[in-house]
């Protein structure tokens, strides 16, 4: 397999999407309209998003020694992702994520997760030479923050983009980022309260990029996507999309960010392109995006003129 263009550094577990009409109280019970099993965890999301966006991805993440990690496996292979830094940690269960999501797109998750699903700084120093081989590296803030730490400074050090998911009051882990993506509450945790309109995402991605990422891209709950970067800025308004479930809308966006990036796109066309692409997410349940290009098309003529 070619060298990928990106690797995520991330969480892999399966996925188990659940929707009901109404979440049942103590001792109730609830029928399941529908029910998925999917590849899932942020990570495998990502690498998914960006191999269906016309990347090679790579993955850097723990599964268990399991039949369910076999199984996971095989179909991230089968999606284009490079599963070769991916380490089976023996004795461990494979991470679990169950979504459950009532008929007015309220989640709720139930997670299994153990300490060993999750990345050490020793794991991520074991891969250092898959992620200097990579054009771009993908960083998620779930991971413990020595091991999302060592492996940006290795992408930096290497000249890599360095994409981080997940704002953090870690100045040097700012400063490592080229790129930092933010929902509404991780933005507020930084900048003092979430953003509730265009006006303070724009004000919360300036603080934000000011931190030392030359990109940054903050959620403005319910209302869209404010971004700035050297020179410039913009608000992108949510596409006129009927929601299922918000799971992996934000996995969607970096992806389609990074992807764009890597075309060395205008930074417009790329929020856009992101804006797109997490609208092309929440039309269905779970987390496993469907990025085609018909897809990014539709929800491009639906996102509001700026």
Do not use: C
């Not at 006129?240 to 890597?262: E, Y």
Request: charged letters at 25%; aromatic letters at 2%; zero cysteines.
């Amino acid at each position: 397999m070619a060298q990928p263009d990106a690797i995520v550094v991330g969480q892999v577990a399966r996925d188990l999407v659940l929707l009901v009409d109404e979440v049942p109280g103590p001792a109730g019970t609830a029928a399941v309209r529908r029910r998925r099993e999917l590849l899932g965890g942020k990570g495998a999301n990502q690498a998914v998003g960006l191999a269906q966006l016309g990347a090679r991805p790579g993955l850097l993440g723990v599964v268990g020694d399991d039949e369910v990690a076999d199984r996971l496996l095989v179909r991230a292979r089968a999606d284009g992702i490079d599963v070769g830094p991916v380490l089976r940690r023996p004795g461990t269960p494979t991470g679990l994520v169950v979504d459950l999501v009532d008929a007015r797109a309220r989640w709720r998750y139930l997670e299994d997760l153990p300490e060993a699903t999750l990345l050490t700084e020793a794991d991520v120093a074991g891969a250092a030479d898959a992620l200097r081989a990579a054009r771009a590296v993908l960083v998620q803030l779930q991971q413990p923050p020595a091991a999302a730490l060592a492996a940006a400074r290795i992408g930096r050090e290497a000249g890599r983009l360095v994409v981080l998911d997940g704002a953090t009051a870690d100045d040097e882990l700012l400063a490592l980022a080229d790129v930092l993506r933010a929902d509404a509450r991780e933005a507020g945790l930084v900048v003092g309260k979430p953003p509730k309109d265009a006006g303070a995402g724009l004000r919360a991605a300036r603080e934000l990029r000011d931190r030392g990422p030359a990109l940054v891209a903050v959620e403005v709950s319910g209302e869209g996507n404010a971004f700035a970067w050297p020179g410039g800025e913009l608000f992108v308004p949510l596409s006129d999309t009927r929601t299922v479930d918000t799971t992996g809308a934000g996995d969607a966006f970096v992806a389609a960010l990074t992807v764009g990036l890597l075309r060395d796109d205008p930074h417009e066309r790329i929020a856009r392109y992101a804006v797109a692409a997490a609208g092309a997410t929440v039309g269905h349940p779970g987390g496993r995006p469907t990025l085609t290009p018909e897809a990014i098309d539709e929800q491009l003529a639906r996102i509001p003129a700026h």
